[in-house]
């Protein structure tokens, strides 16, 4: 399988956190930015960062790809973006594999059954415990302007609608013993996000 081009959505605004880059906090001494690259750099080839501030400030040496569309509509901003910096780009990358970057326990084997799921439907995400994790997909670089007329056109913001869209199949992760798309948004889940690692040190 050749590895599908990789995408760490950390565009966001971090309200529930009070702000600023939320990828920058810390659990067991290490940023969560960080563990995601950890998690999700051997999978993928290139690695690639969306954020809308300086990519140096972040601490991470990886290619940033901005926002293009006005206004921080949200993730599927960000997911366009990278497919539009994969089809300029990265003629070779057949498919983009986006994650979020508060998810610190991603799975090893992401991006591969991801791939294979997309293989047969055009577009894969991620389900634990009965959710549907939009946001942790593989999407083709072909479906950039469905999701443009989605986003500008039709001004939809939730992530579900386009996975409704792009006819997205689901990939099942179990939830024991924790849930590898655990997502940080509150003090309370960085506090959560340690305990998990003092009971798992290899999560």
């Known amino acids: 399988m050749t590895a599908p081009a990789g995408l760490i959505l950390a565009g966001g605004l971090s309200r529930r956190m009070g702000g600023g880059d939320k990828g920058l906090r810390e659990i ?3 940023n969560l930015l960080a563990r995601v690259v950890d998690r999700i750099g051997p999978q993928v080839a290139p690695l690639l960062l969306n954020a809308n501030g300086p990519a140096a400030q972040l601490g991470l040496d990886l290619p940033l790809v901005p926002d293009d569309l006005p206004g921080r509509p949200g993730p599927l901003a960000g997911i366009l973006a990278g497919l539009d910096h994969a089809a300029r780009h990265l003629p070779q990358a057949r498919w983009l594999l986006t994650v979020p970057a508060d998810c610190p326990f991603l799975p090893r084997d992401l991006a591969a059954r991801l791939v294979a799921a997309a293989a047969e439907t055009g577009a894969a995400c991620a389900a634990s415990g009965g959710r549907v994790h939009g946001v942790v997909g593989v999407w083709s670089p072909a479906s950039r302007e469905a999701l443009r007329r989605l986003v500008v056109e039709e001004e939809v913001r939730r992530v579900d609608g ?10 099942e992760w179990p939830v024991a013993p924790y849930d590898p798309f655990f997502n940080v948004n509150t003090p309370d889940d960085l506090a959560e996000a340690e305990r998990i690692l003092a009971a798992y040190p290899a999560a």
Not at 162 to 171: E, F, G, L
């Open 162 to 171: 386009w996975v409704a869209r792009a006819n997205a199949a689901t990939v």
């Open 28 to 30: 067991a001494g290490r």
